[in-house]
C-alpha cells in the first residue's frame, strides 16, 4: 500500500492539474494580503485591521466571498479526476495486473487526500504568517470593533445574537483569547481537512459514475451554494421569530474562523455530515473495488 500511495503521490506532484491548483491558491493568498495594503492605505496603522482578522480565509476578510466561489473548483482540479484519466485511457488494466484492487483505490483515495490538504493548507499558513509578520497588531476588528468596544465580550459570548441557537459562543474561545495565531493555524487545519475530505469524495464519486471531467467540477459548487441559501433563508426566519431554533446549514461556517459568534455553530451537524462523507466515500471505494474492470470487458 505505501509503494502504491507513493506512485500516486509522485504522479499528482507532477501533474499539471495540481501546479494549476497550487499557483490558484497561492495567488489568492498573496492577493487577499496585498488588498489589505489597499484598502487601510492612507489609514493611521492603529486603525488597521488586526493582522489575524486579515488572513484570507477569515469569514470577516472582503475577499471572503470569493473564496468560497473559488475552493471548490480548486480542491476538485489536483487529483479528484486522476481515476477518469486511468479509466478513460484503458490504463486500469495495466496498473492492476501489478498491485491489488484495494491497494489502487485506496492509494487514489489517500493521495487525493494527502495533495488537496497541502494545497489548501500551504498557501493559508504562507497568509497567515505573512500577516502576523507584516501587518500591525492593533486588536481591531472589522465584527467586533476595537477590544475597547463595549459589545466585544457580548459579541464573543453570543449575548448579541437575536435569535435562539444552540452554541452561541465563540468556538475555542479559550485559544482564541489567549493566542490567535495558534486559533488560526488550528482553522486552517480544519479547513484543509474538509476541502480534502469534500475532494476526495469527488474522487470516490467518479468510481461509481463517470461524466466527463468537467462534470465532477460542479457537484460540490453547487451543493455549498444551496446550503448557503437555505441557511441565509433559516436564518431570516430565525430573526423573526418564525422558528424556535436555529443552527447553521452553511458547513463553510464550521471550517473559517469567525471573530464575532458563529450564529447556530451546532457540532452534530458536522459530525454528523463528516460520518456521511466518510461512509460515502467508503461505500463508493468498495463498489469501485468490486466493479472496476466490467465496462471495459
Given at each position: 500500500m505505501k509503494k502504491s500511495v507513493s506512485v500516486q503521490l509522485k504522479s499528482l506532484f507532477a501533474s499539471r492539474d495540481w501546479k494549476i491548483a497550487w499557483i490558484i491558491m497561492l495567488s489568492y493568498a498573496s492577493?487577499?494580503?496585498?488588498?489589505?495594503?489597499?484598502?487601510?492605505?492612507?489609514?493611521?496603522?492603529?486603525?488597521?485591521?488586526?493582522?489575524?482578522?486579515?488572513?484570507?480565509?477569515?469569514?470577516?476578510?472582503?475577499?471572503y466571498n470569493a473564496f468560497l466561489f473559488l475552493y471548490p473548483f480548486v480542491i476538485v482540479l489536483p487529483f479528484s479526476t486522476s481515476y477518469l484519466d486511468d479509466y478513460n485511457n484503458q490504463l486500469l488494466p495495466a496498473y492492476l495486473s501489478r498491485i491489488s484492487r484495494k491497494s489502487y483505490y485506496y492509494s487514489k483515495l489517500i493521495a487525493c487526500f494527502i495533495g488537496v490538504f497541502l494545497t489548501v493548507g500551504i498557501p493559508l499558513v504562507y497568509n497567515t504568517l505573512l500577516c502576523n509578520l507584516l501587518l500591525p497588531h492593533s486588536g481591531y476588528s472589522y465584527s467586533l470593533g476595537g477590544w475597547q468596544s463595549k459589545y466585544f465580550s457580548q459579541m464573543l459570548l453570543g449575548q448579541t445574537i437575536i435569535s435562539d441557537t444552540f452554541f452561541a459562543k465563540l468556538p475555542f474561545l479559550r485559544l482564541f483569547l489567549t493566542n490567535r495565531l495558534l486559533y488560526n493555524l488550528l482553522y486552517v487545519g480544519f479547513y484543509s481537512g474538509y476541502a480534502a475530505l469534500l475532494a476526495t469524495l469527488v474522487a470516490a464519486i467518479s468510481f461509481r459514475w463517470k461524466p466527463k471531467k468537467i462534470v465532477l467540477f460542479f457537484p460540490l459548487f453547487v451543493v455549498l451554494y444551496l446550503l448557503r441559501v437555505i441557511d441565509s433563508f433559516l436564518l431570516n426566519l430565525a430573526a423573526v421569530g418564525s422558528v424556535s431554533y436555529y443552527f447553521s446549514l452553511n458547513l463553510d461556517s464550521y471550517f473559517a474562523p469567525s471573530y464575532g459568534a458563529v450564529a447556530g455553530w451546532f457540532p452534530p451537524f458536522f459530525l454528523f455530515v463528516t460520518i456521511v462523507l466518510l461512509f460515502a466515500i467508503i461505500r463508493l471505494s468498495r463498489w469501485g473495488i468490486a466493479h472496476d474492470l466490467e465496462s471495459l470487458q
Open positions: 492577493i487577499s494580503f496585498l488588498y489589505v495594503f489597499w484598502n487601510f492605505r492612507g489609514v493611521d496603522v492603529s486603525a488597521w485591521v488586526d493582522a489575524n482578522e486579515s488572513v484570507c480565509y477569515s469569514m470577516t476578510h472582503p475577499l
